[in-house]
């Protein structure tokens, strides 16, 4: 398994390129899709599986389209969160790939967080649902506040303490080192 993270756009939101199970995975391509696709080469990645979104903002979906009609490739969200871009549904508890569905709503209704429970040590794809030191996104888009923080507690603070989180923007962390914040 590999994972790359590349920060674009003006609110630097992190992608995230997943090599798994012979697959690779775009996630939350935000903007510049010429800045992704030379990530793609440099990597020596060229076949990519599909793209999934955490959540349906324009800062995690900007390059969604230009990377579609370049890769020839599909696009997924939760069945709740659904942009114009999305070609596919998924819902909680799907696996895709390896990856899977954990809803998270909050941020957005239908926001969620890819588990790779196979990496060593566990991987969390997280969006805008939690950040480093007890943040998380904004909840005035269409969010919850409350539903939010019931889903870092009840969804994310219970996974194994070693899981590394990778955010939505930001630096990655651990669910050992958020529970200090909660």
């Not at 790359?4 to 756009?9: D, K």
């Not at 990377?67 to 998924?90: M, P, Q, R, Y």
């Not at 969804?155 to 955010?167: D, G």
């Amino acid at each position: 398994m590999k994972i790359v993270q590349l920060e674009v756009g003006m609110l630097q939101t992190n992608v995230y390129i997943i090599s798994i199970n012979n697959c690779n995975i775009i996630i939350d391509p935000g903007a510049e899709p010429e800045k992704i696709l030379s990530e793609l080469k440099k990597n020596n990645i060229s076949e990519i599986k599909y793209i999934l979104l955490t959540h349906n903002h324009w800062d995690h979906t900007g390059a969604v389209i230009p990377l579609k009609n370049k890769l020839k490739i599909k696009c997924g969200s939760h069945t709740l969160d659904k942009a114009e871009c999305v070609d596919f549904l998924f819902n909680d508890g799907d696996v895709l790939t390896g990856l899977q569905v954990i809803h998270t709503p909050g941020h957005t209704t239908g926001g969620c967080c890819f588990f790779i429970p196979s990496a060593n040590p566990p991987i969390l794809i997280a969006g805008d649902t939690i950040f480093p030191e007890g943040g998380y996104g904004r909840t005035d888009f269409g969010g919850n506040e409350k539903d939010i923080k019931k889903s870092i507690k009840d969804k994310i603070l219970v996974l194994p303490l070693n899981t590394i989180i990778y955010p939505g923007h930001g630096q990655s962390t651990t669910v050992e080192q958020e529970k200090e914040y909660w």
